[in-house]
């Protein structure tokens, strides 16, 4: 079965940070194109960030230099880690895994998790 099991959401001042973690089972993680969506009520999806299986990092431009993704394949886990968090940022963030490329889908999350394998959401609010 396979699981991508998000924590490390939760409740911050601004200029504060997290770290989220994607815990991943039942698929070859290593070959895989790692991605850390999230979605605002009333707004699209957005796609914060994503790993490459070749390793190589994207972000969004909202938010370079604050974001910082990663993965350890021994531990299966991806990582995104938030610095300098803005209200802006406050949105249920989902972690995805799929065959490269990761497949986005413009609109409501919804449309791009009919694609890899997607997690649950971890709420992340940050407030003013």
């Known amino acids: 079965e396979v699981q991508l099991v998000e924590s490390g959401g939760g409740s911050v001042q601004a200029g504060g940070s997290l770290r989220l973690s994607c815990t991943a089972s039942?698929?070859?993680?290593?070959?895989?194109?790692m991605g850390w969506f999230r979605q605002a009520p009333g707004n699209e999806c957005e796609l914060v960030s994503h790993?490459?299986?070749?390793?190589?990092?994207y972000y969004a431009d909202s938010v370079k230099g604050r974001f910082t993704i990663s993965q350890d394949n021994a531990k299966t886990t991806a990582y995104l880690q938030m610095n300098s968090l803005k209200p802006e940022d406050t949105a249920v963030y989902y972690c995805?895994?799929?065959?490269?490329?990761?497949?986005?889908?413009?609109?409501?999350?919804?449309?791009?998790?009919?694609?890899?394998?997607w997690g649950q959401g971890t709420q992340v609010t940050v407030s003013s």
């Open positions: 790993i490459t299986a070749s390793g190589t990092a």
């Open positions: 995805a895994a799929d065959r490269p490329p990761l497949t986005v889908v413009p609109g409501d999350c919804s449309l791009s998790a009919d694609f890899g394998y």
């Open positions: 039942g698929f070859t993680f290593d070959g895989s194109d």
